[in-house]
């Protein structure tokens, strides 16, 4: 494919994110603070996102698979994943997040199993999409031509 | 046979009768010699007898009649001269002290007879005496009955007990048979039976006011002896009784205002209660003068008693008022807050979630219409920029306002152009005007500054929305508007008499007057201008649209540059002026002016501004320690990043001018870590400058944050212009109170 056309795929794609709203514009920002002396910026802050939402993922299904729930540590889990999402712009991630601590406040066990289960949907779809933005940057350099912004 | 010197008696027949003078003579004899003796014995036993000489003279007397008496014994019968000479003797002593006696007696007597006249009055005076006391001893006794009553009435603050109780104790003191007591009823014209002490009688018996034996009581202070048939004495089934004295005596009933501590009120008030009291019948008593003036001092204790318990009764009842008042107070207080509250939960979570959408609707909007497009959809995309921009306008207007009445909005001052900002209104209204036809013109002061301290935004948001409601409201005709600096003597406005500006060397007052020649305003709708929401009734604005809270907002940023904005208009049809007047600062020197000019956010990348900044990031969270950590390079700084609140403690020095430290996870924890690096710099310009990352818009935590010694408060999440410019701030000002 030629890099016009790559370009093109790639601005629809991205677009189509925020339209679905799966980044928001605190993504752009990151993609601003890219430049010559930190090329990588937004790859690396992606990554310790993934690893660190790997983590939590972790930490949330363990805590809530005993007997007796211990909600704050939950919710601090929670608060983290929010905190991180926001920071680079995952905006449904943060949402469900949010709901999420919700029904901690409330203590409301099925409600958080929920949330979990839809922050995990949320997480993988995200991610995905954001591996694939990557990989159509990654062809379009490849290809010679420049990312557009 | 040989004749002898002595008599002799013969002693014939009469020897019965020498026989009886033998006897009687020795019995004379015994008498006189024992009542000396009888005299002696007695006056030795009494102490008193104050003629002893007398009495001795007096015994010898006697000794010596006795003894003649005694010697005569010897006489009867032949005796010798020897026995002669002693009766001679014996005779002549006898007269010689007789004689004497006789004489001393002569003294003796009239004092003994005064002794016993002096004896008589001292008895006289003694019982005298003994009545006195007795009154006396009444009187005293009548002094402790009163001041136990008055003890008695004095130690209750309770109407009831106090008259009861007074009319116990007088009846027992005084014991009287009964004891009523008369109080006038509300109209005034009739005295109603309350009291009684024996309570025979139906209490609510009544009596009208004005009889004449009430009158003669009620005009007297003193107590009135008043017959036992007149009405209100007729307390008892009259019977076979003879009814004993009565008196009657009134009890002043005092009004508060009429009450003064160091002199009785006079009679200003005229109402009073009747006592009358009762002597038993068929008893001989009468009414004492000191009863009577127990009488009549215990009438004034019991005003005075009952004037107390008025005054008592009067301030519980205020006090009860006011304790509801107060309750339901407090209840509309919490009420108030509740609804405060809840506004403020509304428009937190209103504020963020209304303006993102808004934020993506526009800005994708604009970037639609970048694109390409048929003149169909180019319209399209124009009507929903319009609507949605319309729309951002309300949320920022209506959150705006709610700022503004929460008293949190502040002015952003700065220097800037006057002249310019009314040349921008002009620009902006002019294609507009143009459409309707409308001729604007802008005259504006030669004595006007040319720059101004003040908050440019604002300023120019009032401005347009006075002008635009002028444009607004005129189908045809003109606009002018005119602005010049407001000195005293002009501002000789009727509509705001209180308000004198008063220039000083460092401010003025601008004044600015839009006079339009349009439909007018009816001037009972001219105080709902300013209020929000309010609209006129007129039919022509109908078609203008607008939601009624430009006029209240603009009122509201006038009143905050401590200026005032009101209409003037002569009527529907006749157009309106709009005039404001705010104060301004003028700018000091003109070199400070070059500076405000650029806009705060420079177009290169800003490395310059900030370059080597030390900074120490602090957030638990990796992933938005590394935003802000790229945020920060590519400003230029330095960042050195930590992850706890031991470690910031440990690396914070002296070096690093800026601590940025995420609190929302930390809770209180990133208040205490605040204190305690300004515990660990002392010296003021050391000490680095602390900034809160939080994603929390509300007040709590933004008071929370300076309370604990934050130099500024930034909200996440951050864009890079607002790092910017926030540390721009930061570094100029050393402090930086809101960043939302």
């Known amino acids: ?149 | 046979m040989e004749s002898c010197n002595c008599i002799e008696p013969q002693w014939p027949a009469d020897e019965l009768l020498m026989k009886y003078q033998y006897i009687s003579d020795f019995f004379i004899a015994l008498a006189y010699f024992s009542i000396p003796l009888e005299l002696i014995y007695f006056v030795k036993k009494s102490a008193l007898f104050p003629y002893r000489w007398v009495l001795v003279q007096f015994g010898a007397f006697i000794v010596l009649c006795g003894a003649t008496h005694l010697i005569s014994l010897w006489t009867f019968t032949m005796h010798s001269r020897t026995v002669a000479v002693v009766m001679t003797t014996a005779k002549v002593l006898t007269a010689v002290v007789s004689c004497a006696t006789a004489l001393m007696l002569v003294h003796i007597i009239p004092d003994l007879l005064s002794v016993k006249t002096r004896e008589l009055i001292l008895k006289n005076k003694a019982a005298e005496l003994d009545r006195e006391m007795g009154l006396i001893r009444t009187q005293e006794e009548t002094g402790r009955h009163v001041r136990m009553l008055t003890h008695e009435i004095r130690s209750t603050l309770d109407r009831h007990t106090i008259l009861q109780t007074t009319l116990v104790e007088l009846g027992r003191t005084l014991a009287l048979e009964e004891c009523a007591l008369w109080m006038p009823t509300r109209t005034g014209l009739e005295l109603q039976l309350s009291y009684t002490l024996r309570q025979q009688n139906p209490v609510g018996y009544t009596v009208p006011i004005h009889l004449p034996v009430i009158n003669q009581v009620f005009s007297s202070s003193r107590a009135v002896k008043i017959s036992p048939n007149c009405p209100v004495a007729r307390l008892r089934p009259a019977g076979k009784y003879i009814p004993g004295e009565v008196v009657a005596i009134r009890v002043p009933l005092l009004h508060l205002s009429n009450f003064q501590i160091n002199d009785w009120p006079e009679l200003s008030t005229k109402r009073y209660a009747l006592m009358v009291l009762m002597l038993p019948s068929d008893s001989a008593r009468q009414w004492h003068v000191h009863e009577l003036e127990l009488v009549e001092v215990v009438a004034d204790q019991v005003a005075v008693a009952l004037s107390h318990a008025a005054i008592l009764e009067e301030s519980m009842r205020a006090r009860d008022l006011l304790m509801e008042q107060n309750g339901a107070l407090d209840l509309a207080r919490r009420e108030a807050e509740t609804a405060i509250r809840a506004r403020n939960d509304f428009l937190a979570v209103m504020n963020h979630e209304m303006r993102t959408p808004m934020h993506a609707i526009i800005a994708l909007s604009s970037l639609l219409q970048e694109t390409e497009l048929t003149p169909e959809q180019r319209l399209m995309v124009e009507m929903i920029l319009k609507s949605s921009n319309l729309l951002a306008t309300l949320i920022n207007d209506v959150l705006d306002l709610s700022r503004l009445e929460d008293g949190s909005l502040q002015l952003d001052l700065g220097t800037f152009n006057l002249y310019a900002v009314f040349r921008e209104v002009l620009n902006l209204i002019k294609p507009i005007a143009a459409v309707k036809k409308l001729h604007v013109s802008l005259n504006l002061a030669p004595d006007l500054p040319e720059y101004a301290i003040g908050d440019e935004k604002r300023l120019m948001q009032t401005i347009l929305n006075v002008v635009g409601n002028a444009v607004k409201f005129s189908k045809e005709g003109s606009i002018s508007i005119t602005a010049f600096v407001a000195k005293s003597e002009s501002l000789g406005d009727s509509q705001v008499p209180e308000f004198y500006p008063v220039p000083s060397d460092n401010h003025f007052y601008l004044r600015v007057q839009v006079k339009d020649s349009g439909s007018g305003i009816s001037p009972q709708d001219i105080p709902k201008l300013f209020t929000k929401f309010a609209q006129t009734q007129s039919t022509a604005s109908r078609n203008s649209g607008g939601y009624g809270l430009g006029l209240a907002i603009c009122k509201r940023f006038v009143n905050l540059m401590k200026g005032h904005i009101w209409i003037e208009s002569e009527g529907l049809g006749k157009g309106c002026t709009a005039v404001f007047v705010v104060k301004l600062g003028i700018p000091e020197r003109l070199n400070e002016l070059k500076l405000p000019f650029m806009p705060k956010v420079s177009t290169n990348p800003g490395q310059t501004a900030f370059a080597g900044l030390k900074v120490l990031v602090m957030d638990e969270n990796g992933v938005s320690r590394m935003v802000t950590k790229g945020l920060l390079v590519h400003l230029g700084c330095d960042v050195t990043m930590v992850s706890s609140s031991d470690e910031c403690l440990c690396v914070v020095s002296h070096e690093h001018k800026v601590v940025l430290m995420d609190v929302c996870a930390l809770g209180m924890d990133g208040h205490e870590i605040a204190v305690r690096i300004r515990e660990k710099f002392t010296k003021r310009h050391e000490r680095p400058i602390i900034v809160a990352l939080t994603g929390n818009t509300d007040k709590v935590t933004k008071e929370n944050c300076m309370r604990f010694g934050m130099d500024g408060v930034i909200l996440k999440p951050v864009s890079l212009d607002k790092m910017r410019s926030v540390l721009s701030d930061l570094l100029e000002h050393r402090v930086l109170f809101e960043a939302i």
Request: aromatic fraction near 8%.
């Open chain 1, 1 to 149: 494919m030629d890099v016009l056309q790559l370009q093109k795929q790639f601005i629809d794609y991205k677009t189509s994110l925020y339209h679905e709203g799966f980044l928001d514009e605190q993504f752009t920002q990151l993609q601003e603070l890219q430049d010559e002396n930190n090329p990588d910026f937004v790859v690396e802050v992606v990554s310790l996102f993934f690893e660190d939402s790997e983590r939590l993922l972790n930490e949330l299904t363990k805590a809530l698979e005993h007997q007796s729930i211990d909600f704050k540590r939950v919710d601090a889990h929670v608060h983290q994943w929010k905190g991180s999402s926001s920071s680079i712009g995952a905006q449904r991630v943060q949402k469900v997040c949010i709901a999420f601590r919700n029904d901690c406040e409330e203590q409301n066990v099925e409600g958080c199993l929920k949330c979990l289960q839809q922050v995990k949907h949320e997480y993988s779809l995200v991610k995905t999409k954001l591996e694939t933005m990557f990989q159509l940057e990654q062809q379009i350099l490849t290809a010679g031509g420049s990312i557009p912004v």
